[in-house]
């Protein structure tokens, strides 16, 4: 592959969250989808969307299943925590709509960053490995 890294070569790469929270912080509303079960997480509804549940938002803006050391449920965390990935969500936008979407409180300022970084350190690693096989093709 000679090209950077694009939202389709992430499609089946685990998300590297290390210690970041991003999404799991700043109100963000975790809708449960037809694949996850209401009664087996602590949900609220919002008002104007009847029917559609959501994971419990804390007073201070967190998960209520957001620990110390991140998810307390990660190995039965709703669909949209399994299958979110800030990478893919920096990539599926252009600047402007991330800026105007920043500005109007759809997008979280912080995630936006943690994809970039993310998709920053993933063509830094891939051009280091194009690098690699150059020197090895020039050698051998």
Known sequence: MNNPPTFGDMQSVAVPCGTCRACCRGRTAVLLTEEDDPAAYDTMQIAGLPGEYFLRILPNGDCTYLGPDGCTIHERAPMMCR???????????????????????????????RGAILVHLARKAHSAELGKAHAQKVAG
Request: proline share 0%; hydrophobic share 45%.
């Open 83 to 113: 299958v979110f990935d800030c990478r893919k969500h920096f990539l599926s936008t252009t600047k402007a709509e991330r800026a105007a979407g920043i500005k109007a409180g759809i997008f979280k300022a912080d995630v936006m960053r």
